[in-house]
T-cell receptor, first 115, second 115 residues
Framework: KQEVTQIPAALSVPEGENLVLNCSFTDSAIYNLQWFRQDPGKGLTSLLLIQSSQREQTSGRLNASLDKSSGRSTLYIAASQPGDSATYLCAVIGAGSSNTGKLIFGQGTTLQVKP | NAGVTQTPKFQVLKTGQSMTLQCAQDMNHEYMSWYRQDPGMGLRLIHYSVGAGITDQGEVPNGYNVSRSTTEDFPLRLLSAAPSQTSVYFC??????????????FGPGTRLTVT
């Protein structure tokens, strides 16, 4: 059974720091991996999607990498800002679930960026 | 584009009542789904649809019904509300390409309390 783990559960950094959020999954046979951001009381905002054949994706200050063989993905945030404060969720679709679209979510990392 | 919209934002029900959570998307996405988010349990798939007229069960379908008569709308019906259905409900949609389901976009959520 696919399980997704995100460590740490919470992170507090000063503004301007570069930081890395970690995501690990137990079954390397994935269809894709998606990173989301969730602000308190709000919905999920898609940040980056990495297909199983890709190694990384970039959007602005965000860079997500994927290492299927080790079951890991990282989300790198450059020059963090207070507006980056949110919960970041990692989710995978298993290779056998590509027709169901079932996302398996981690518990999230809650990031606080202090001014 | 409005993206994925959900109504209502908040709802309080009494045990045994029924209601429909509305979800609509204006991106002409074939795939739509419903998740519930609970503390400690994360997000779990309730039902999904790969196109108008086609629906299927996800991980936690009991107590919920869905239908998909149009591409745009995917309502979720609670048949007889129970306190265990107190949760935040999210609707999501995605285009379907040659390789399958692509990036998934979530709505703002409906917060449901069953007393």
């Amino acid at each position: 059974k696919q399980e997704v783990t995100q460590i740490p559960a919470a992170l507090s950094v000063p503004e301007g720091e570069n930081l890395v959020l970690n995501c690990s999954f137990t079954d390397s046979a994935i269809y894709n991996l998606q990173w989301f951001r969730q602000d308190p009381g709000k919905g999920l905002t898609s940040l980056l999607l990495i297909q199983s054949s890709q190694r990384e994706q970039t959007s602005g200050r965000l860079n997500a990498s994927l290492d299927k063989s080790s079951g890991r993905s990282t989300l790198y945030i450059a020059a963090s800002q207070p507006g980056d404060s949110a919960t970041y969720l990692c989710a995978v679709i298993g290779a056998g679930s590509s027709n169901t679209g079932k996302l398996i979510f981690g518990q999230g990392t809650t990031l606080q960026v202090k001014p | 584009n409005a993206g994925v919209t959900q109504t209502p934002k908040f709802q309080v029900l009494k045990t045994g009542q029924s209601m429909t959570l509305q979800c609509a998307q204006d991106m002409n996405h074939e795939y739509m789904s419903w998740y519930r988010q609970d503390p400690g349990m994360g997000l779990r798939l309730i039902h999904y649809s790969v196109g108008a007229g086609i629906t299927d069960q996800g991980e936690v379908p009991n107590g919920y019904n869905v239908s998909r008569s149009t591409t745009e709308d995917f309502p979720l019906r609670l048949l007889s509300a129970a306190p265990s259905q107190t949760s935040v409900y999210f609707c999501a949609s995605s285009p379907v390409g040659q390789g399958g389901i692509h990036e998934q976009y979530f709505g703002p959520g409906t917060r449901l309390t069953v007393t």
